[in-house]
């Protein structure tokens, strides 16, 4: 009895016990988690193969390395999975002698090869056995073979004539006679206008010269500094995962990350991108009540003011998946090539494209590499057709209506998180664990984070914010002298780093915390960024920010600001390149992580003003051509 006791005892605990953490002696005794064999020279030999494989580590239950290695797993909020492991060989070199052992033929039976040979490796140093889940092979044969196919010209098509319309739109700006253009033709919209919207020199001056607003919008010139920040710590968020992600050569550095609170920190801080629903929301409800004052506005603008922004955001967003989609997989090979690239966010963006131009990819589960990042773009167009459904729905209702609605719909919105959490017992927020990083996919990001209607609360305190200015100024309230006030206007980025902190929390040691504590959070993070927004923006229509005013509405901001859009779809294109090209295992050093987080920021700056001169200006302006078009007929 006593025996069958202690089996039990001993059993629970090879199945349930939890590693926290190993010391350094320890952690080498598991097999290491990435190993890249040098693929430059492995490519030298005429006929060589290269093959990237990801292996499930077996063993049988009395065998105690493989114990260590589950318990230590089990902790996923901070380890990797070390029962599976990757890794880069020259099968050609590496697994010549067992190949020919076993009287394999290599270009055969090349599975069998890589597998049998790993597997043969770690039995001899490990006694644990290996089976290939997944592998990717290049030959030196068909390394660089380029394979174009019709996609690719269509890219090359539209490429080609964007920058023919911009010579040809820049020519007839610099050549043309009639410089008083302008004056001249008031009916309709000629040829000319059209191409006059593509020209080179126009559209750089359109984008450099920062032109006096009216005195009452300069409330919100603070947005340009918020969104320049916004976009650098998105920048860097997901260079992180270029660290995290596989072949990293020091997985235990990353996981110990996450023992410093300014790492937990820095790991928690995905809510940030709040401030961008937020000002999407206040800035909605703000120009629709200022347009209104000049003109008659009826429920049928509506088809138009939504079309007015997905014209606005589509062809610059679709020009980089459909990037993604072609020309992207040419770019380079390599043995991670075909993983991330080819087979990864090239595959997913063309079965996706149609999904990422009606802005519906972030509902779309399998759709979880393809320009990661424009999830974001499609949860706000989608939180923006809602937005100008509320607000023409309440426009004319007492304010007190306005209030109780939007109230109600905030406590819904904050309930949705909340409720998914509770129902799918996940957690309160999209928790970059390492596993997170390697496979770009958790259950949080894609069944709570990217979906529109989860990120309604801190949009719905813009909708509010927009309200909230408009009236403030309509009664010309002032009040410089709330001392208060300016101090939480100062603190407004510590405020928000202690919501993050709040949050850091759940990554402490032991179980994962209780449901109602992650439902908490889930149900008021967002919430509270809008509401520091709100602070902010109140602060500036009533004058109390004092010197943070300063700061914040320096002029210097716009011009990052203006290029923001493009930044944000770009940046990932170098971020998925530099995962695809690796051939070593990356380095593990926060330093070096902050220096290419800088790097790509300004490279991606440098890239964004040519695609903004191209594609994004020129598109602005052809809508804003229809509708002076418009307003002219009305005044007619
Ligand atoms: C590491 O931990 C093991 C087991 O807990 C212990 O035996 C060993 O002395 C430790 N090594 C160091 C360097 O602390
Ligand atoms: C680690 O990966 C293996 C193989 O994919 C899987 O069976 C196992 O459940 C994973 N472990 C954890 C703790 O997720
Ligand atoms: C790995 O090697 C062991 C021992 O040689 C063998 O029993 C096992 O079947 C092999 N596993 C695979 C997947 O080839």
């Known amino acids: 009895m006593l025996k069958v006791c202690v089996c039990l005892v001993f059993w629970f605990g090879q199945t349930f016990g939890v590693i926290y953490q190993l010391n350094e002696t320890e952690y080498e005794r598991l097999p290491r988690l990435f190993e890249l064999e040098n693929y430059e020279k492995c490519m030298e030999d005429?006929?060589?193969?290269y093959c990237v494989a990801n292996l499930d580590l077996y063993a049988d239950s009395?065998?105690?390395?493989?114990?260590?290695?589950?318990?230590y797993s089990e902790f996923t909020l901070k380890h990797y999975n070390y029962s599976r492991i990757d890794r880069g060989v020259?099968?050609?070199?590496?697994?010549?002698?067992?190949?020919?052992?076993?009287?394999?033929?290599?270009?055969?039976?090349?599975?069998?090869?890589?597998?049998?040979?790993?597997?043969?490796?770690?039995?001899?140093?490990?006694?644990?056995?290996?089976?290939?889940?997944?592998?990717?092979?290049?030959?030196?044969?068909?390394?660089?073979?380029?394979?174009?196919?019709?996609?690719d010209y269509i890219f090359l098509g539209v490429f080609i004539i964007l920058v023919v319309l911009s010579l040809v739109g820049s020519y007839c700006e610099i050549y043309s006679n009639d410089k008083n253009n302008e004056l001249k033709h008031k009916k309709g919209v000629s040829a000319n206008?059209?191409?006059?919207?593509?020209?080179?020199?126009?559209?750089?001056?359109?984008?450099?010269?920062?032109?006096?607003?009216?005195?009452?919008?300069?409330?919100?010139?603070?947005?340009?500094?918020?969104?320049?920040?916004?976009?650098?710590?998105?920048?860097?968020?997901?260079?992180?995962?270029?660290i995290g992600n596989s072949f990293s050569a020091d997985p235990h550095s990353f996981e110990k990350a996450y023992e410093y609170v300014l790492g937990r920190i820095s790991f928690s801080g995905t809510n940030i991108v709040q401030v961008f629903f937020f000002s999407t929301g206040m800035l909605l409800?703000?120009?629709m009540q200022v347009s209104t004052e000049t003109r008659?506005?009826?429920?049928?603008?509506?088809?138009?003011?939504?079309?007015?922004?997905?014209?606005?955001?589509?062809?610059?967003?679709?020009?980089?998946?459909?990037?993604?989609?072609?020309?992207?997989?040419?770019?380079?090979?390599?043995?991670?090539?075909?993983?991330?690239?080819?087979?990864?966010?090239?595959?997913?963006?063309?079965?996706?494209?149609?999904?990422?131009?009606?802005?519906?990819?972030?509902?779309?589960?399998?759709?979880?590499?393809?320009?990661?990042?424009?999830?974001?773009?499609?949860?706000?167009?989608?939180?923006?057709?809602?937005?100008?459904?509320?607000?023409?729905?309440?426009?004319?209702?007492?304010?007190?209506?306005?209030?109780?609605?939007?109230?109600?719909?905030?406590?819904?919105?904050?309930?949705?998180?909340a409720l998914h959490v509770w129902w799918m017992d996940i957690d309160a927020f999209v928790m970059l664990k390492p596993e997170t990083h390697r496979t770009l996919s958790d259950a949080n990001f894609r069944k709570m984070h990217v979906l529109g209607h989860n990120n309604l609360s801190g949009f719905i305190i813009g909708l509010a914010a927009g309200y909230l200015v408009y009236y403030l100024q309509q009664k010309k309230l002032e009040y410089p002298n709330f001392k208060i006030g300016s101090f939480i206007c100062w603190c407004s980025i510590p405020l928000y780093i202690l919501v993050v902190y709040c949050g850091s929390l759940f990554y402490i040691d032991g179980e994962q915390?209780?449901?109602?504590?992650?439902?908490?959070?889930?149900?008021?993070?967002?919430?509270?960024?809008?509401?520091?927004?709100?602070?902010?923006?109140?602060?500036?229509?009533?004058?109390?920010?004092?010197?943070?005013?300063?700061?914040?509405?320096?002029?210097?901001?716009?011009?990052?600001?203006?290029?923001?859009?493009?930044?944000?779809?770009?940046?990932?294109?170098?971020?998925?390149?530099?995962?695809?090209?690796?051939?070593?295992?990356?380095?593990?050093?926060?330093?070096?992580?902050?220096?290419?987080?800088?790097g790509v920021f300004v490279v991606t700056y440098v890239v964004a003003v040519p695609f903004h001169l191209l594609i994004e200006a020129p598109t602005m302006k052809l809508i804003k051509l229809t509708s002076s078009e418009n307003t002219e007929k009305k005044i007619n």
């Open 296 to 417: 008659q506005v009826t429920w049928n603008l509506i088809p138009k003011i939504i079309f007015m922004r997905w014209w606005r955001l589509t062809p610059s967003a679709a020009m980089v998946v459909a990037f993604s989609a072609t020309w992207m997989r040419h770019l380079a090979s390599g043995p991670l090539w075909d993983f991330h690239i080819t087979h990864g966010s090239s595959a997913q963006c063309r079965q996706f494209f149609w999904a990422h131009v009606l802005y519906f990819n972030n509902y779309i589960p399998e759709d979880t590499f393809c320009v990661l990042q424009t999830w974001y773009i499609a949860a706000d167009m989608q939180l923006f057709i809602v937005g100008v459904l509320i607000h023409f729905a309440i426009r004319n209702r007492s304010t007190r209506f306005r209030i109780t609605t939007l109230t109600v719909l905030l406590l819904l919105a904050m309930a949705s998180p």
């Open 46 to 49: 005429p006929g060589g193969i």
């Open 193 to 242: 206008d059209v191409l006059l919207c593509f020209s080179i020199p126009r559209n750089y001056k359109g984008l450099t010269t920062i032109a006096e607003s009216e005195p009452r919008v300069n409330v919100f010139k603070s947005v340009h500094a918020f969104r320049t920040i916004v976009t650098f710590f998105t920048v860097n968020c997901h260079v992180v995962f270029m």
């Open 62 to 71: 009395k065998n105690d390395l493989y114990t260590l290695i589950q318990e």
């Open 285 to 287: 409800t703000y120009f």
């Open 90 to 151: 020259c099968v050609t070199r590496t697994c010549k002698s067992y190949a020919s052992n076993a009287g394999l033929d290599i270009n055969r039976d090349l599975r069998e090869i890589l597998e049998g040979c790993l597997n043969e490796t770690l039995v001899n140093k490990y006694d644990i056995m290996a089976r290939v889940l997944n592998m990717n092979c290049v030959s030196e044969k068909n390394k660089d073979q380029l394979n174009l196919d019709y996609t």
């Open 513 to 598: 915390s209780s449901i109602a504590l992650r439902m908490l959070y889930a149900g008021t993070n967002r919430a509270l960024v809008g509401l520091i927004g709100i602070f902010w923006i109140v602060g500036a229509t009533l004058k109390f920010n004092g010197m943070s005013q300063a700061v914040m509405e320096w002029r210097g901001w716009v011009l990052p600001s203006r290029l923001s859009y493009s930044v944000y779809l770009l940046h990932y294109i170098f971020i998925d390149l530099s995962l695809g090209i690796r051939t070593q295992l990356t380095p593990v050093c926060f330093y070096n992580t902050f220096l290419i987080s800088v």
